[in-house]
T-cell receptor
């Protein structure tokens, strides 16, 4: 099992551009979580998705940010019209259904907005 | 509101010395506590969770509800323990699996 995959690992965008971050969960995992880590801070929850459903997006900024986890393919975190304050490390985690709630993390995507 | 506090940003000890990484939390319900570790150039990985009551790589952590703490301890630190350690909280029994993280403690074990 290759573990949680995220790509790209590093992403550079200019202000106003769009950023798309991808997360492929571990095989068999249908729960995906996105976290953001600003410099010198801990990880902050953004959104929790199951296949085709957003379960909890209470940590997501109301504007410019969206997430999806389609039936086929990876989960996508999309940031429109990026600003410098969006520069951060974005981590994805996945977990199995049912009882195993351990979250397994991907390596993260480092977004730099110029 | 849920909050996890790791008061030490940096912690240094010599090899063979005991180490304790502090974690305090605030949560009105029944929490589930975790320690995650991130070694250099590696991804965040689960070290231990309080409900398992296990020792991993010589580390233990006991949930103290009276003091709302979940400190991570190891009696004899090793150089390979140098890493970033994050304490995290989840609402036990919640169907929403979000974790609340502390800001992390960078542990350095000197030879």
């Amino acid at each position: 099992n290759a573990g949680v995959m995220q790509n790209p690992r590093h992403l550079v965008r200019r202000r106003g551009q769009e950023a798309r971050l991808r997360c492929s969960p571990m095989k068999g995992h249908s729960h995906v979580y996105w976290y953001r880590q600003l410099p010198e801070e801990g990880l902050k929850f953004m959104v929790y998705l199951q296949k085709e459903n957003i379960i909890d997006e209470s940590g997501m900024p109301k504007e410019r940010f969206s997430a999806e986890f389609p039936k086929e393919g990876p989960s996508i975190l999309r940031i429109q019209q990026v600003v410098r304050g969006d520069s951060a490390a974005y981590f994805c985690a996945s977990s199995l259904e049912d009882r195993d709630e351990t979250q397994y993390f991907g390596p993260g995507t480092r977004l730099l907005v110029l | 509101a849920q909050r996890v506090t790791q008061p030490e940003k940096l912690l240094s000890v010599f090899k063979g010395a005991p180490v304790e990484l502090k974690c305090n939390y605030s949560y009105s319900g029944s929490p589930e506590l975790f320690w995650y570790v991130q070694y250099s150039r590696q991804r965040l990985q689960l070290l231990l969770r309080h409900i398992s009551r296990e020792s991993i790589k010589g580390f233990t952590a006991d949930l103290n509800k009276g003091e709302t703490s979940f400190h991570l301890k190891k009696p004899f630190a090793q150089e390979e323990d140098s890493a970033m350690y994050y304490c995290a909280l989840k609402a036990r029994g919640s169907t929403l699996g979000r974790l609340y993280f502390g800001r992390g403690t960078q542990l350095t074990v000197w030879p």
